[in-house]
């Protein structure tokens, strides 16, 4: 049977000084391969054709692009749940790289190298086993098409992965022997209170190791204590004042219900969960699509993980009476509470809030760090019995999710993926699934015929990105087939008010039906003269004989109400 034995979390012994720096640079050059190799699947992903620009990732884009004018964000544009730390290390970016979606997409790599870098340590003080660390730094080097995804793409989730890693790491070193120093509880106190700022799903990483810092309450570290709590409200400080001066905005959209979200009771969170979230996890689903990838390797995926969790489940059970031996390649039993308490923890946040209605993966992310190092502990076990077979399993993990990753780059009838691919996209809506090669033409046209208009959120901010704001859409209509509007899509209201001062304001859609049956009715009914272009996806309603706002459409759930004193 494969064991693991279980380490108090002490160093291991020093060796001679230059066997000593030998060692490290083994060691060293051995953690730059899967850094290189995590590098160069990057730069295949960074292009736009690899991965369109939508418009959530055009917003934090354009928030960058802002601030490098001035503009002083706190949070994303229109969500009060999501800090602006991202769009300012991109701004720092612009300024060295010039305005781009590959400069945006070259600092999330970046990020990202940072995270694999803070994984890989805080797998090394767990495992204390190169072999476990750097099959989970090669995990995440070559890993499922989730976390490619949102790891490229400029959608927060990097920033989440670099800072939650870099907390799980400083966090276990405070638990052991770095607990008597000032600055560790100052770096972790600041690291928390950025990432509580930056997005409140980081309290997934905060909370164990909170929760282990209770458990072990010294009064002599009273001192470091409140030093770190300090740090902590000083750098979250952007979060707190926003949130006084705006009537706890941030605590509202995570908790209160949203009306253009649908009620979704446990039961179907619950089967989201297992059928579409950890499929998606695993790497055998993409996110934006239901269906399952090589089934029949999907089989094997999906007993790899499940095996490496009870596996861990296993060993998390066997530090109850086993914590006190040690091995050369011990397992901290502290470190495993550590990443269970942080799965415990997703747990409950995930199904207590509206983000548990998700399908995307996206919520999924910090999952990684613990699944990872389990399955660098797993292989790690294996390895000790049967090298060559734990090898070779590694590298079949790695091989599949390098083949599903470049299956999804292009878009094509495939036998082998049994549905039709989109190619890799961070869209999750079917009906939105295309790429930009359209965008250029789109906004040469509406250059030539009317600058100012309206549409919806997911076309608005990215052609206001990609037309370097020379194109300027309101996003006041609906994008769902029920016409129901969330006010919230407006997220930035200079474009509003620019359009509103316009003489004539287009109309632009997705060549979506139900808009076609609100536009046109609502043109006739008002007596207004138009014109139509389609341009590849987009239809564009222009040479308005009249000027016609949203607010004087056909009714629609949430449309936005005329201004104040009536129709101008």
Known sequence: MLSVSFNNGTALPTTSTGRLQRLRWRRGLALAAPLVAAALL????????????????????????HILAGE?????????????????????????????VTAARVVQSLEY????????????????????A??????????????????????LYTIVMLLGSALLFVGHK??????????????????AGLAFWT?????????????????????????????????????????????????????????????????????????GFFCLGLPALFGFRYPWAPQIVLPVLAWAMLTF?????????????????????????????????????????????????????????RYYLPLYTPL??????????????????????????????????????????DKLLWHNQPGFTAQMSPARQFDNQYDQELIAFLKEHGPYGYSHHWIAYKIAFLSDEQVILAAQLPYHANLRYNPRDDRYPPYSRQVAASDRPVYVTFQEPYLDRLLRPSFAALGVSYKEQDIGPYRVFYDLSAKVEPWQLQPYPGQPAPPQGGQP
């Open 42 to 65: 990057k730069a295949a992903l960074i292009p736009m054709s690899a991965i369109p620009l939508d418009s959530d990732e055009a917003i934090p884009m354009l928030m960058a692009k």
């Open 72 to 100: 002083r964000p706190i949070f994303w544009y229109g969500e009060a749940y999501g800090g602006s730390l991202d769009s300012f290390l991109i701004a720092a970016a612009y300024s060295l790289l010039g305005v781009s």
């Open 113 to 132: 190298l940072g995270a694999i870098l803070f994984t890989y340590l805080l797998a090394r003080r767990i495992t204390y086993n190169r072999f476990a």
């Open 134 to 155: 750097l099959a989970t730094a090669w995990l995440m080097a070559l890993p499922t098409p989730l976390l490619s995804l949102f790891t490229t793409t400029a959608l």
């Open 174 to 191: 405070l638990l052991h022997e770095s607990e008597n120093s000032l600055t560790m509880w100052l770096i972790f106190g600041a690291l």
């Open 199 to 271: 997005f409140g799903i980081l309290v997934i990483y905060i909370l164990p190791v909170g929760l282990l810092v209770l458990a072990h309450l010294q009064r002599r570290l009273r001192l470091h204590y409140l030093l770190a709590a300090l740090a902590f409200f000083l750098f979250s400080s952007p979060w707190w004042i926003y949130n006084f001066t705006h009537d706890n905005a941030a605590l509202r959209v995570v908790f209160e219900s949203d009306t253009s979200l649908p009620t979704v009771p446990p039961s179907l969170r619950l089967l």
């Open 305 to 361: 993980y499940l095996g490496v969790l009870a596996f861990a489940a296993r060993a998390w059970y066997r530090r109850f009476t086993l914590s006190g031996t040690r091995g050369p390649t011990g397992v901290s039993a502290s470190g495993l509470t550590l990443l269970w308490l942080l799965v415990i923890v997703w747990l409950g946040l995930f199904f207590s809030t509206r983000f548990g209605i998700d399908s995307s993966g």
């Open 372 to 413: 990872l190092i389990f399955a660098g502990v797993a292989l790690t076990a294996l390895h000790q019995r049967h090298r060559r077979l734990a090898v070779a399993l590694l590298v079949l993990v790695l091989g599949f999710n390098l083949l599903t990753t470049f299956l999804a780059l292009r878009p094509v009838q």
